[in-house]
């Protein structure tokens, strides 16, 4: 507020002198940034006039940029490391880390960043067509090595015609659920049958979709089961789960199924949705609306605890049949839905980057 004097303390001494010393070190990398070159020189200068401290008092910001930087790569290291050779291809289970979508003249490309899940070595692969892998999801890749480039001091191997069987199956029952030697063919290289498409919709997803409207072949879903396939899995897009197909199909044996792996999905299905169902029998619709009930039961029941107080526990003197009547527990608070609490810095270099210093 006006008229109030900030205090500078020996801690905020010892900072700005850490920031400059950074600033003057010959480690210091301005990344070919003409916003930290000008940090760079002012701090090698010695002294800053006036009209240029508030400039220069924003390298605290780009000093904890870095730090944010240097702790990311401790927690989650990056291996320094070339994988293969220019043309030669190349087989990784890798994990989706980042997405960037590019506009070109051509329209948008992806960026893809992966991770190489046995040596921790970054990848790089610009995909044209549909982008058919979401971050977070590991699939087993195989890929031309194109070249390789150093970034932030890292290796990164840039792949090109970039194949998944993860994605390839997914394709297939896409565009025919038919269960013949090609599915069979497909289904056993696929390495991680749960990787998502960019709807978050698993081929288990899509095969139970279109069993609902006798578009695939039942044992299309058993094979996918049998591979270990997770029926729990919900898709983001359309926001409706495997056990909701299962239930349109009306397949009593998938319906128990799901109802004992994942009985928490009965919730959206009442009374009027289930009468809806025309394949769906009185003894299945019976059955859903049992399971629901009682999921709904159990969490409306309020959290009890047998737990004696502390003193009464450890008092051999306490006499429990002089013990006032007990009160309901107070209803405890869940912090399952709570969001990760995380710090992001917004990076605002760029807005500085075409001010030069005269």
Same mark, same amino acid.
């Given at each position: 507020?006006?008229?109030e004097?900030?205090?500078?303390?020996?801690?905020?001494r010892?900072?700005?002198?850490?920031?400059?010393?950074?600033?003057? &070190?010959?480690?210091?990398?301005d990344?070919?940034?003409?916003?930290? &070159?000008?940090?760079?020189?002012?701090a090698?200068?010695g002294?800053i006039p006036?009209k240029q401290?508030?400039f220069?008092?924003?390298a605290a910001?780009?000093w904890?940029r870095?730090q944010?930087?240097?702790r990311?790569?401790?927690?989650?290291?990056?291996?320094?490391?070339?994988?293969?050779?220019?043309?030669?291809?190349?087989?990784?289970?890798?994990?989706?880390e980042?997405?960037? !979508?590019?506009?070109?003249?051509?329209?948008?490309s992806?960026?893809t960043?992966?991770?190489?899940?046995?040596?921790?070595?970054?990848?790089t692969?610009f995909?044209?067509?549909?982008?058919?892998?979401?971050?977070?999801?590991?699939?087993?890749?195989?890929?031309?090595?194109?070249?390789h480039e150093?970034?932030d001091?890292v290796w990164?191997?840039?792949?090109?015609?970039?194949t998944s !069987?993860?994605?390839?199956?997914k394709k297939?029952?896409t565009?025919?659920?038919?269960f013949?030697?090609a599915?069979e063919?497909?289904?056993a290289?696929?390495?991680?049958i749960n990787?998502?498409d960019?709807?978050?919709e698993?081929?288990?997803?899509e095969a139970s979709?279109g069993?609902a409207?006798?578009q695939?072949?039942?044992?299309?879903?058993?094979?996918?089961?049998?591979?270990?396939?997770d029926?729990?899995?919900?898709s983001?897009?359309?926001?409706?789960?495997?056990l909701?197909?299962?239930?349109?199909?009306?397949?009593?044996?998938?319906?128990?199924?799901?109802?004992?792996?994942?009985?928490?999905l009965?919730?959206p299905?009442d009374?009027?949705?289930?009468?809806?169902?025309d394949?769906?029998?009185?003894?299945?619709?019976n059955?859903?609306s049992?399971?629901r009930?009682?999921?709904?039961e159990?969490?409306?029941?309020?959290?009890?605890?047998n737990?004696?107080?502390?003193?009464?526990?450890?008092?051999?003197?306490h006499n429990?049949?002089a013990m006032?009547p007990?009160t309901?527990?107070?209803k405890?608070?869940?912090?399952?839905?709570q969001?990760e609490?995380?710090?992001?810095?917004?990076?605002?270099?760029?807005?500085? &980057?075409?001010?030069?210093?005269?």
């Open positions: 507020m006006a008229g004097f900030i205090v500078v303390n020996d801690g905020d010892q900072t700005a002198k850490t920031i400059n010393d950074w600033l003057c &070190s010959d480690d210091f990398d990344k070919g940034n003409l916003y930290r &070159s000008n940090l760079q020189a002012m090698l200068r002294a006036f401290t508030g220069f008092a924003s910001a780009a904890r870095d944010v930087g240097i990311q790569k401790q927690a989650d290291p990056s291996v320094s490391l070339k994988l293969g050779v220019p043309g030669e291809k190349i087989s990784m289970d890798a994990t989706v980042k997405i960037i !979508p590019l506009d070109n003249m051509y329209g948008i992806y960026l960043i992966l991770k190489d899940n046995e040596t921790n070595a970054k990848a692969w995909n044209s067509g549909v982008q058919r892998m979401p971050e977070g999801d590991t699939y087993h890749i195989t890929g031309t090595v194109k070249k150093e970034r001091g990164q191997t840039m792949l090109s015609r970039v !069987p993860e994605c390839n199956l297939l029952l565009e025919k659920g038919t013949n030697k599915f063919k497909k289904l290289a696929v390495k991680h990787s998502r960019r709807a978050g698993t081929a288990l997803y979709r069993l409207y006798e695939t072949d039942r044992r299309v879903v058993m094979a996918l089961l049998e591979a270990g396939a029926p729990s899995i919900q983001l897009d359309r926001q409706d789960t495997i909701d197909h299962w239930i349109l199909s009306g397949d009593s044996e998938l319906i128990h199924l799901g109802l004992e792996q994942c009985p928490a009965t919730k299905w009374v009027e949705s289930l009468a809806d169902c394949k769906l029998s009185e003894d299945n619709r059955a859903v049992v399971i009930q009682q999921v709904l159990a969490e409306a029941r309020p959290a009890v605890t737990a004696a107080p502390l003193e009464q526990a450890t008092d051999p003197s429990t049949d006032e007990p309901a527990p107070a405890s608070l869940s912090t399952k839905d969001p609490l995380f710090e992001a810095m917004e990076d605002d270099e760029s807005d500085l &980057s075409t001010i030069r210093i005269g």
